[in-house]
């Protein structure tokens, strides 16, 4: 049997993400990868992987997977989600594990993730990482043009998603005591590369009115809805390239932050670009949330940018062992050869703290 | 006048004007060689465009004032000739049942739908960029009889090998996408086939010339590019000076 999780139910959106696609911009292919880097890098770091290894990105409703293998190690990260680890996948019910925490399940066990609060997307890493091949460097799914993940689309019910480890590591399990996902008071954007396109009541409307971010978003880009962003010289310009989080406004002066699966060149003017360090927040915001812009320099952007790396490279630092035994420990020791619906401590699978 | 402009902290543009015009373009291309033979460390990717050159850079390596200082050098005595480049001659049906936009077009050129096609095949187009979708080439010029604004409704759905213009370029769906080009033609190569590695096949600075094929044969190349038993070969640089295009 080659180890794998089964898809049972796919959740709303759920597509492999690494840091995505360098080096093929000017072939028109965007970079994907994760919305949410810093979420990806805690589910990564809990279960022992490099920060960067593809895990799947989860959009407001997660999956259910079953495991078919003799024993995978999963973390998820990312706002919060009821997860239930069930006996079976038919079990209706099962013990919780909490966010920011592993587990290791048996052949046979499954994972069920519900609804994401606090964030559009989360992360559920598995220890080892998928063993789906990369495309043009990266695992990340771009599915517009099916390139990368599984099969270049959003999980469906039925794919097996084939892992690298046949079985988890003997070890114990690990968490991360917390992670700060809160949102910036305020984003900050550098002006430009097109600000000059817009009146001066637009870019003063930008950094002092509060947009709402729009149903109407995906992995592409962030609509926005609030005050009409007015050109000073029309909404064409002849096209250009796009950085991530750049905001072009089309002729409805309705601004769009350009996210993951942004295009790579455009032809709306860009009034503005939120910085690099600020990105992963504004990807876990949810329709409906509030959104103000604050204009900074690009010294202040490039300092925040090596705060956030330096938070980044620490996280594996921050992962700690899971002491005692939870109802998740007991969890971890549900298969196929577990019959009783009740866990003894008997049962219970003591494995040293690790460190 | 060259300008730099700031792209947030991880990409900045030079810019060399604000119009689609051969002289810049051959700027940008030249500029882009450039940056791509010193291999300045913390340049990531760069992306050429009609007028300017996206540099996407890790500024934790090289921060955004070094990463200017590093370029400045590279901007000086830039050459403005356009180079030869690759050529592709691409196999376009302009039948009606390929070519919704055909008769539209030729109705409001005030020309004659086989003239149409005779113009869209007269030139050698030049790449100015890829970007939009996947693969998807800016083509230019169109002879100045087929000049048209881009249509009033656009379309959701236009299928992917459709050969269309609008203003002054021509392009080729990759993929089925949203669309607002007029369709004169539909080539039955696949511009974009995840099989490939990279999966596009243009590149700025290459030339494409359009080759009319009629439906029968539109269809027997179509079903060879479904198979992957179909490889367009560019003929090098060399190769396609002063050799024309075949009619």
């Keep these: 049997m080659k180890p794998a999780l089964r898809v049972v139910a796919p959740g709303l959106m759920t597509?492999?993400?690494?840091?995505?696609?360098?080096?093929?911009?000017?072939?028109?292919?965007?970079?994907?990868?994760?919305?949410?880097p810093v979420?990806?890098?805690?589910?990564?770091?809990?279960?022992?992987?490099?920060?960067?290894?593809?895990?799947?990105?989860?959009?407001?409703?997660?999956?259910?997977?079953?495991?078919?293998?003799?024993?995978?190690?999963?973390?998820?990260?990312?706002?919060?989600?009821?997860?239930?680890?069930?006996?079976?996948?038919?079990?209706?019910a099962g013990e919780r594990l909490p966010p920011l925490q592993s587990v290791r399940l048996k052949c046979g066990a499954a994972i069920r993730i519900g609804a994401l609060a606090g964030s559009t997307v989360a992360y559920l890493a598995v220890e080892g990482g998928f063993d789906a091949a990369p495309v043009l460097g990266s695992q990340s799914t771009?599915?517009?043009?099916?390139?990368?993940?599984?099969?270049?689309?959003?999980?469906?019910?039925?794919?097996?998603?084939?892992?690298?480890?046949?079985?988890?590591?003997d070890r114990g399990e690990r968490r991360?005591?917390?992670?700060?996902?809160?949102?910036?008071?305020?984003?900050?954007?550098?002006?430009?590369?097109?600000?000059?396109?817009?009146?001066?009541?637009?870019?003063?409307?930008?950094?002092?009115?509060?947009?709402?971010?729009?149903?109407?978003?995906?992995?592409?880009?962030?609509?926005?809805?609030?005050?009409?962003?007015?050109?000073?010289?029309?909404?064409?310009?002849?096209?250009?390239?796009?950085?991530?989080?750049a905001i072009q406004v089309p002729g409805n002066g309705l601004p769009i932050v350009l996210l993951?699966?942004?295009?790579?060149?455009?032809?709306?003017?860009?009034?503005?670009?939120?910085?690099?360090?600020?990105?992963?927040?504004?990807?876990?915001?949810?329709?409906?949330?509030?959104?103000?812009?604050?204009?900074?320099?690009?010294?202040?952007?490039?300092?925040?940018?090596?705060?956030?790396?330096?938070?980044?490279?620490?996280?594996?630092?921050?992962?700690?062992?899971?002491?005692?035994?939870?109802?998740?420990?007991?969890?971890?020791?549900?298969?196929?050869?577990?019959?009783?619906?009740?866990?003894?401590?008997?049962?219970?699978?003591?494995?040293?703290?690790?460190? | 006048m060259t300008r730099f402009l700031p792209c947030g902290d991880t990409a900045l543009a030079v810019e060399f004007g604000d119009r689609a015009d051969r002289r810049l373009s051959a700027l940008v291309l030249a500029l882009a060689d450039r940056v791509k033979a010193a291999a300045v460390a913390g340049i990531v990717e760069v992306v050429?465009?009609?007028?300017?050159?996206?540099?996407?850079?890790?500024?934790?390596?090289?921060?955004?004032?070094e990463l200017k200082h590093r370029l400045a050098p590279l901007l000086a005595g830039l050459d403005a000739t356009e180079r030869p480049g690759r050529l592709w001659r691409i196999p376009v049906c302009y039948h009606a049942s390929v070519a919704p936009d055909l008769f539209e077009v030729a109705e409001r050129t005030g020309l004659t739908p086989d003239?149409?096609?005779?113009?869209?095949?007269?030139?050698?187009?030049?790449?100015?960029?890829?970007?939009?979708?996947?693969?998807?080439?800016?083509?230019?010029?169109?002879?100045?009889?087929?000049?048209?604004?881009?249509?009033e409704n656009p379309r959701t759905a236009v299928p992917a090998g459709s050969v269309a213009i609008a203003t002054t370029q021509s392009s080729i769906y990759t993929l089925e996408s949203p669309g607002g080009w007029h369709l004169i033609g539909r080539t039955p190569l696949l511009l974009w086939d995840r099989r490939r590695d990279p999966p596009a096949i243009l590149a700025a600075g290459d030339k494409v010339a359009f080759q009319p094929i009629p439906l029968d044969a539109y269809a027997e190349l179509a079903a060879r590019?479904?198979?992957?038993?179909?490889?367009?070969?560019?003929?090098?640089?060399?190769?396609?000076?002063?050799?024309?295009?075949?009619?």
């Design chain 1, 15 to 36: 597509t492999l993400q690494d840091l995505g696609r360098r080096g093929y911009q000017h072939l028109g292919i965007p970079v994907s990868g994760a919305l949410d």
């Design chain 1, 39 to 92: 979420s990806l890098a805690a589910a990564n770091a809990i279960v022992g992987n490099p920060a960067g290894t593809g895990a799947l990105e989860i959009a407001y409703r997660g999956p259910t997977l079953a495991v078919e293998a003799d024993s995978v190690r999963l973390a998820f990260a990312g706002g919060t989600a009821a997860i239930d680890l069930l006996r079976s996948e038919s079990a209706s």
């Design chain 1, 142 to 169: 771009y599915a517009r043009a099916g390139l990368g993940g599984f099969d270049g689309r959003a999980l469906r019910a039925g794919d097996l998603l084939p892992l690298r480890q046949p079985q988890a590591e």
């Design chain 1, 176 to 245: 991360l005591p917390s992670l700060d996902l809160a949102p910036p008071q305020r984003f900050r954007v550098v002006l430009g590369p097109q600000d000059n396109y817009f009146t001066d009541r637009a870019k003063a409307a930008l950094v002092e009115s509060a947009f709402t971010v729009s149903p109407a978003s995906d992995r592409m880009g962030m609509r926005l809805e609030g005050p009409r962003l007015e050109h000073g010289k029309g909404y064409n310009i002849v096209s250009d390239g796009i950085a991530p989080g």
């Design chain 1, 260 to 355: 993951a699966d942004r295009q790579t060149t455009g032809g709306y003017p860009k009034i503005a670009t939120v910085i690099a360090a600020d990105l992963p927040a504004l990807g876990r915001l949810a329709p409906g949330a509030q959104v103000t812009f604050e204009a900074v320099g690009i010294a202040i952007a490039e300092a925040e940018h090596r705060r956030l790396a330096a938070r980044l490279a620490a996280l594996p630092r921050h992962v700690v062992a899971v002491r005692g035994a939870s109802a998740v420990d007991a969890v971890a020791l549900l298969g196929s050869n577990l019959v009783s619906g009740v866990v003894s401590a008997h049962d219970r699978h003591w494995e040293p703290p690790y460190d």
């Design chain 2, 48 to 65: 050429p465009t009609f007028r300017s050159l996206t540099i996407h850079y890790d500024p934790l390596t090289v921060p955004h004032e």
């Design chain 2, 115 to 151: 003239r149409v096609v005779e113009l869209h095949c007269s030139v050698v187009y030049h790449v100015y960029m890829v970007g939009f979708l996947p693969g998807f080439p800016y083509l230019g010029d169109l002879p100045p009889e087929l000049v048209l604004p881009r249509r």
């Design chain 2, 225 to 247: 590019s479904a198979a992957g038993d179909l490889h367009l070969q560019p003929e090098e640089a060399g190769e396609a000076a002063g050799s024309g295009i075949p009619r």
